[in-house]
């Protein structure tokens, strides 16, 4: 999925330096979850992974790339009847043999456990009638556009957003699927969607004119699971300075705050509500994007006069051996602080800051509106071993 500050790119910058700092078993906390990206990398490194985020969106893939062990073999959908005819059926079959089949280039999901996640996947994405429901009236214009339409999506993609988490809301609340299938489903179906949106990668705005990858159907891909043996992951969501006091011991506290003062419930408000659904009371919309209220879920690290505070109470209340800290060079928190924080609750001398440039996230081009300092930025580990 398409999100500000995703460490994707950064991967092998966090694994060497883990590398060289000897960190590597024991029980580790990504405070800062997003789309899961650093706790599943922490998880295939042998940790024991607890992640956090005050979203709806981040707990689903929190769930589904940390908490998940393997691909689930979802038992009690497929042995429902009305899926049984349809497996049955020799096109479908056809159908999961060549869908996924462009993926094998990138992992192999050839695995007998992912064939069942497979036939849910087409199931969904193919088998299934689309019908018009919350998101097509709400976030969707037909495919020429249409003048006040919240183009999102295609109206076409809309109604199969619709249909799909329709769906799965009915096979959650009937004990179809368990925790763990719902919300790797849900997971996949978040990204299926940010694939084929209108946008620039944030939710903040839609694009006036239809972009090529808005046009194209949604479909979903195999997502790639990390097995964790016996070690017990767990996700969280809610406000983490409120939550560490009270979540024991990490031998690595890992920290990726947000950088400026744009508030994620409000740029990624359209997958917020594809992860909580509206069936049962309909959320009040407000403004050309349709925002819901989020009051509970702003965070003080994306204010400028709450974020050092919020840094602080954190290395306060952390019960951990070691903390890694990635910010960039814009960060709204001013180097000083951080080392001067650091250095208060850590012991001096194991102090490090490391840098690596690289191409800055660009939601647009540079406007009356917004221009952009430069084509790159520079990202920071501050680490310290605490007292």
Known sequence: MRYIGNKNK????????????????????????GTATVGRYLKSRGMEVVTCDILSSSYAFQRAYVVTNGYPSFSRLIADSNFQSVREDGSFQ???????????????????????????????DTVLASHAGFITKNYSAPHEGQEGSRMYFTEANARCIDMIRGQLHTWQKGGSVDDDEFHLLLACLLEAADSVANTTGVYAAFVKTWQSNALRPLKFKIPLLVSSDNRVCEALQG?????????????????DPPYNTRQYSAYYHVPELIAEGWFDEEPTLRG??????DEHKKSQWSSRTDCVFALEEMLKNADA??????????????????ERLFKEFGLTHTYQR?????????SDSDNQARNYKGNRVTEYLYYVRLK
Request: aromatic letters at 10%.
């Open 321 to 338: 051996t070691h903390v890694l800290l990635s910010y960039n060079n814009e960060g709204i928190i001013g180097e000083n602080d951080i």
């Open 10 to 33: 950064l991967l092998p910058f966090i694994d060497a330096f883990l590398d060289d700092m000897g960190i590597e078993r024991g029980r580790a906390l990504d405070a800062f979850a």
């Open 94 to 124: 056809q159908m999961v043999e060549s869908r996924f089949a462009e993926q094998e280039e990138l992992f192999d999901t050839s695995s007998d456990e992912a064939r069942a996640l497979k036939e849910v996947l087409v199931y969904l």
């Open 354 to 362: 490391v840098g690596r440039d690289y191409k800055r996230y660009r």
């Open 239 to 255: 406000d983490v300075n409120q939550l560490i006091p009270k979540l024991g011991s990490f031998d690595l506290l890992y920290l």
């Open 288 to 293: 050309k994007t349709g925002l819901v209220p």
